[in-house]
């Protein structure tokens, strides 16, 4: 009994030890269980959390490096950018990839974690981005963009730039505007514009010259055009000029008509001078001119233009257009050197109602300067009988009077004038404008210019006491005294009537682009300039209705820029089709804001063929855009795996 017992004891402390064993262990195991449960979710939340980490770290990287070849590519354009960016080659053991897109660049695994990061500024540095995946398992991304060329740089907007004060055109982003009245656009794709004369051109600008007088009617009148960097395109034409030509307007049938370029200066300012074939009284009539030809050669004939005319281009002087008096008188490098008080008189002319103009430099003799226009009062027989002369020299002695005179040797009126102390030196071996301007039914005043500087004019008029009747005559080149000598480049006489002329230089047209005539009709061009706008901005092109423009083209692959946008209206689901491709879609821009869109295209039919139209159109509902550019090649930031 009692062994019994304590077996049975002893069997129950046994078996309760098991037990307690057990439940002590399953205790301990349920407890190890969530330890690791617990501990396992905290490292799959922190893994999960790096993957986040890392793949946002990955998206702002690449977009600091996209943002800075954003920059070098908008500061230099013609240049070829590329850089490279070590990546991780995997997240956390999984793959993934970039994309570029809407603004934006994305890291996203193969696992589902997507982060993102906007790039700065990117939509208005209208560079563009190449959209599409790139994978990062092989460590390297290569970022790069290639060197583009302009085709054309539109700006859609009325221009009416004047040659004298010239702020409106073409824009601060250099862009070419399109004219937009409508003989010029129809006429752009037919023959009647480009004629048989002209066809091998590209490009033409309108002259137009509005003659204010209500009476007076002016025919074969000389005219001078002043191009500038900010009015005219000169990467369109030669280097040298010699591409530049000027016609009549269309109703007059495009004649070709006689020009001289005064001063050519690729980039900076330049003269060119024109005879205008007729211009009535109280009319504005329409010129041409026309460049970007690189197989023209020069037709600058200053001697079909004027009245009288001599560059001296040849080996002496030419004795059908001059008398001489005095023995120094040569002809060298192009230019006529006068000394020792000779003289040349002008043959087949007289001087009337005229200018007489030169550009001449005084020579150093070592002694006194001089280089000077006369004006004959009667015979040719001496050139210093009652003759008035604008002698821009530098004198010495009790001649002192003779600085910058007019004057009447017979009773001595020059005196008249030499009372008001107009004594102006001329510096030595500077090229100078000289001017005589008189008019019958008015008083003579003459001008000295230092031809590169024209700020340093200085006019004198004759006083009221010199006779007008003696104005008309002969007149010449000539050095009043003995060591002076003086270089003339050339010499003109042009008309001068009691008219102003008013003209504005309008936006060159190319033969090589064009809106369609059947859209022509329905598109609308506004100018909304106002002083301290960027003109580019404030003027635009807009429609309800589909319209079509073309860029004709090489085959290749371009890129397009597109500034859409309205000062006082809204841009509702505007749309572009490039070579039958919809490219962008339903842009909406509110007034007085820009929005630019940029796209590639491949022309493989020599031209480029875009459409704009309105995806919801209406009567307030339009597209509009305040130009474009066109360049060759891809131009946006471009990215790759690899080096």
Known sequence: MHLFRWRRKANNTAVSHIVGFILTFVVITSAMASIVYTTSVLVNTRVDNSVHIIARH??????????????????????????????????????????????????????????NTTLYNQEKLDVGINEGRVYGDNGVLKIWCNRTDYVAKLDFGVNESSTSEISVSPGAFRFTRFAPSCSDIYDNNGDVWWDDNYKNWSYRMPIRITNTNETISLANYQVKVELKNSNF????????????????????????????????????????????????????????????????????????????????????????????????????????????????????????????????????????????????????????????????????????WKNFSIGEYGD??????????????????????????????????????????????????????????????????????????????????????????????????????????DDFSKLHFTTDYSSGDDPLFSDTVFSPYTANFSVEVDNGVYSVVIYFGSPTSNVDNASVYAEGEKVVSNVQVLPGHVETRWFTVNVDDGSLDLKFENENPGALSIWSIYGLTVERGVRGIRISGGV
């Not at 500061?75 to 070590?86: A, C, D, G, I, R």
């Open 58 to 115: 990955i998206a702002n990287y690449v977009a600091d490096s996209i943002t800075e070849a954003l920059a070098i590519k908008q500061m230099y354009q013609n240049v070829n950018y590329s850089s490279t960016v070590e990546i991780p080659q995997e997240i956390n053991g999984k793959s993934y990839y970039i994309e570029v897109a809407n603004g934006k660049v994305f890291v996203n695994t193969s696992d589902g974690v997507s982060e």
């Open 412 to 517: 001595w009126k020059v005196v008249e004038l030499i009372a008001e102390n107009k004594t102006f030196s001329m510096t030595e071996n500077s090229w100078y404008r000289l001017s005589f301007y008189a008019r019958a039914d008015s008083y003579l005043y003459c001008k000295r210019q230092l031809y590169t500087q024209s700020q340093t004019s200085q006019d004198i008029s004759v006083p009221d006491t010199v006779a007008i009747d003696k104005l008309s005559g002969y007149f010449g080149l000539h050095t009043t005294e003995s060591g002076c000598r003086a270089k003339y480049d050339w010499v003109l006489y042009r008309q001068l009537r009691p008219v102003n002329l008013e003209m504005y230089l309008d936006a060159p047209v190319s033969q090589h682009y064009a809106w369609s005539h």
């Open 233 to 400: 395109n000169y990467l369109w034409a030669n280097k040298n000029g010699s591409d530049i030509r000027i016609t009549s307007g269309l109703d007059d049938g495009l004649q070709p008509l006689p020009y001289w370029i005064e001063r050519w200066s690729y980039g900076g300012n330049s003269v060119i001078w024109f005879k205008a074939d007729s211009l009535p009284a109280d009319t504005t009539k329409t010129f041409y001119l026309y460049f970007g030809n690189p197989n023209a050669v020069s037709e600058s004939n200053g001697s079909r233009v004027f009245d009288f005319f001599d560059d001296f281009k040849s080996s002496s002087l030419n004795s059908s257009k001059w008398y001489t008096y005095g023995s120094d008188i040569e002809v060298q490098s192009d230019c006529l050197i006068i000394g020792n008080g000779s003289a040349v008189v002008a043959k087949n002319v007289m001087f009337t109602d005229g200018i007489l103009e030169a550009k001449a430099k005084a020579l150093s003799t070592g002694g006194n300067t001089e280089a000077s226009l006369f004006i004959r009062a009667s015979s040719k027989d001496n050139p210093y009988n009652m003759g008035y002369f604008l002698s821009s020299g530098k004198f010495s002695g009790d001649e002192w």
